[in-house]
């Protein structure tokens, strides 16, 4: 009886999945994209990439999708539905991660090995400006308003404030050691920052660019080295941040109002980023060392299937797919 | 509103202009050498780098520089070469007379002399070196942090690896010089504290070219040893060990000198964005990173992690933060190093690897502490016998 319930609604929830969707996965190891269907949890396409592919994002309307190719110092623009690759962008060296700004045009990247942030025209195809920040450059943001861009510098341990009008830094701020990933809140009132060796998320008031918060994690049984804070991403009714935390293989579930972590989930070994599917519902964490992806249960907040993708995957992106099932 | 005040600002400002500084700081570093005649070695291959350690400390400058030029923090860094036999404390008193910061490469018994100067009592001296645990034990001087390794972090995080093996049966060649019996002694002490046997010991007695009868010499040389899981060599200066990979009688891994080797970083270490370090010290020095260089990067990075977060230049203060628990420097090896506050010894974990890979970023697994895991490698603070740190 249960059973045949349990079964009624999962056909239910996968009639009703109006939103279906892909998950593409970049494998940095196998120079390739794994593209999941978000319903099934199959790999339903492999697509080569250029060298040690990375950040990953789509375009507004998701009929382009961006690739940092690290290693051949390009970002590469593909089209989704066939999988080919279309042209190189010019990038500047080493691209690990970018943002698309909301006026769907400028591509900002953080070159990794030279220091910079690279401004890209996607539609003309040129450099618009090259921001000097600190070493390393890695996390990449853009406020939702289009006016702060933010770089963070893994080495120089700051995040870099960039007014996207003058392409000039207007403020430097320290966070932890490593800095990975930024975020700004939907609201643009708050910038996230991940310190993968500090082993913190800094929240920064944007007004003041000061700091309002610093998010700490602690798991039974992990050593606090091991908890490393890297990929993260809030529900769309923001209440919720998912924080990646690394080598120690766990997720951690952040009240986004009052920053109490509230729970942990057990995902694959060395958690670097994720993506939610089209309707919210399941959340796709990439795990480096063991070459899969763990799918969530965002409601229960529980692990719920890991897929098999290529080696070190390590982007993640959520592309919706019209007129699927 | 705001933001539009805040660009306004920020115009008035230097584009530059960060938050945080508050006012502008001057760092002044010394890196002093001490010029050694290094003994001959068989092969030459693989000369000592002139520019060995000072490269990664060249590095490390300029990633200061970078961080400092958003804080209004300046740095510079002054390099002092004294030749053998050349007057070191002179050199030292004058490095001291312009800065209280001072990397020094000297022999333990030098780097002694310089902490001892009436000048340098409330410098802040680090070690990048000299890895004898007299100095991080009953020798230890309070105005003296280490960064280079203490010798036994090394051997221990070989040690573990052999158990993390379960290869526990060991025979060693020792070399003939009083650095090759130091490196024994820590690797007889490191195999006891891990639980690794050493069946036997031979010293090495070879004075023929090698390069020309291993084929022959090696065989013979290791046939008497009882049967073991690895063959150690210790031979601190790099002469011989090099000829005992694949030549021994019986078909062994080598570990020590060659083949498994334990140091602070090694130019396979990729993980953990070491591959950006590795690339930048390669494309700055024209040359792969070795464990010196890394200690002399670390020391600098140090020095400039404690600048930017207390925003002071002066040695006390750097110290007291360099040793408080709220130092954590990425040191690309996967976890954090600080400095161990009972004898001023960076803790760190240590690479354990072949020529072409990592095996294992030591310590390994399993191998617990009840403080950090990373004090499993060296002299840990209940074996200390150094008293000059008060806590």
Redesign the interface.
């Known amino acids: 009886m249960r059973n045949a319930a349990a079964a009624l609604i999962l056909a239910l929830s996968a009639a009703t999945a109006a939103a279906a969707g892909e998950i593409w996965v970049t494998n940095e190891k196998d120079n390739t994209i794994s593209v999941i269907d978000a319903d099934s949890l199959e790999v339903v396409r492999t697509i080569r990439t250029g060298k040690r592919p990375r950040g990953i994002l789509f375009s507004r309307d998701f009929s382009r999708v961006y690739v940092c190719a690290s290693d051949s110092d390009a970002v590469q623009v593909i089209d989704p539905a066939t999988g080919e690759i279309l042209h190189d962008l010019p990038s500047g060296e080493d691209p690990e991660t970018f943002f698309l700004h909301p006026d769907d045009r400028h591509l900002y990247i953080a070159n990794?090995?030279d220091?910079i942030t690279t401004v890209v025209d996607v539609v003309a195809r040129r450099v618009v400006a090259q921001i000097d920040v600190?070493?390393?450059p890695e996390g990449m943001a853009v406020s939702h308003d289009g006016?702060i861009a933010v770089t963070t510098s893994?080495?120089?341990?700051?995040a870099?404030w960039i007014?996207t009008?003058t392409h000039?830094?207007?403020?430097?701020?320290?966070v932890?050691?490593?800095p990975r990933h930024a975020r700004f809140t939907a609201d643009d009132a708050e910038l996230w920052v991940s310190s993968?060796?500090?082993g913190t998320v800094t929240v920064f008031d944007t007004?003041?660019?000061?700091e309002k918060a610093k998010i700490r994690f602690a798991i039974p049984g992990v050593?606090a080295?091991?908890i490393q804070p890297v990929g993260f991403e809030f529900t769309p009714d923001g209440t919720t941040a998912f924080v990646a935390l690394g080598?120690a293989n766990h997720v951690a579930v952040v009240n986004a109002r009052s920053f109490a972590v509230e729970g942990y989930i057990v995902v694959g070994r060395r958690v670097w980023h994720m993506a939610f599917s089209p309707d919210y519902r399941r959340l796709f964490t990439t795990n480096g060392v063991s070459g899969d992806v763990t799918v969530i249960d965002v409601a229960k907040r529980e692990a719920i299937r890991s897929v098999k993708v290529g080696r070190f995957p390590w982007g993640a992106a959520m592309r919706p797919v019209k007129g699927a099932g | 509103m705001?933001?539009s005040h805040?660009?306004a600002a920020?115009a008035l400002a230097s584009?530059?202009?960060?938050?945080?500084a508050s006012a502008d700081v001057s760092v002044a570093v010394t890196y002093l050498r001490q010029e050694v005649e290094r003994p001959p070695v068989l092969s030459g291959l693989d000369p000592v780098p002139e520019d060995l350690g000072l490269a990664g400390a060249e590095l490390a400058q300029r990633?200061n520089v970078?961080?400092g030029r958003?804080?209004g923090h300046d740095y510079s860094l002054e390099v002092v070469s004294v030749a053998p036999g050349g007057d070191l404390l002179d050199a030292a008193r004058q490095a001291l007379a312009a800065s209280p910061l001072l990397l020094v490469e000297a022999p333990a018994a030098d780097l002694l002399a310089v902490a001892d100067l009436a000048e340098a009592q409330g410098a802040l001296i680090i070690n990048v070196a000299a890895g004898e645990a007299t100095l991080r034990g009953a020798d230890c001087r309070a105005n003296v942090l280490h960064v280079a390794p203490e010798m036994g972090m090394k051997a221990d995080a070989l040690m573990q690896v052999l158990q993390g093996r379960r290869w526990t049966d060991t025979v060693m060649i020792v070399g003939p010089t009083a650095a090759d019996r130091a490196l024994a002694a820590e690797y007889r002490r490191a195999a006891a504290k891990f639980g690794i046997r050493i069946r036997a010991e031979k010293d090495w007695t070879f004075d023929t070219d090698l390069r020309e009868s291993t084929w022959a010499e090696m065989p013979r040389f290791t046939q008497d040893l009882p049967d073991h899981h690895v063959l150690l060599v210790a031979d601190a200066a790099d002469d011989f060990a090099r000829y005992v990979l694949h030549n021994t009688w019986r078909p062994r891994p080598v570990a020590g000198g060659t083949g498994l080797v334990a140091d602070s970083w090694a130019p396979v270490v990729e993980a953990w964005?070491a591959a950006?370090l590795q690339?930048?010290f390669e494309r700055a020095a024209g040359r792969k990173m070795r464990g010196a260089d890394f200690d002399a990067w670390t020391a600098i990075r140090a020095l400039g992690?404690a600048v930017?977060?207390t925003g002071a230049a002066d040695p006390a203060a750097l110290r007291a933060y360099l040793l408080s628990p709220d130092f954590?420097?990425?040191v690309f090896k996967?976890?954090?190093a600080s400095f161990r506050p009972w004898n001023g010894q960076l803790r760190q974990p240590m690479a354990v690897a072949n020529d072409r890979a990592l095996v294992l970023m030591a310590p390994v697994e399993g191998f617990l502490h009840r403080v950090?895991?990373l004090d499993t490698l060296g002299t840990d603070e209940p074996e200390s016998a150094c008293r000059a740190f008060v806590r």
């Open positions: 990794e090995d220091a600190g070493i390393e006016r893994e080495t120089t341990n700051m870099h007014d009008a000039r830094l207007f403020a430097n701020t320290l932890d050691s490593r993968e060796i500090g007004a003041t660019q000061t050593h080295d091991l080598p | 705001r933001w805040v660009c920020a584009a530059l202009l960060a938050e945080v990633d970078s961080t958003f804080l964005g950006q690339r930048r992690e930017t977060r954590a420097l990425d996967g976890r954090p950090n895991e």
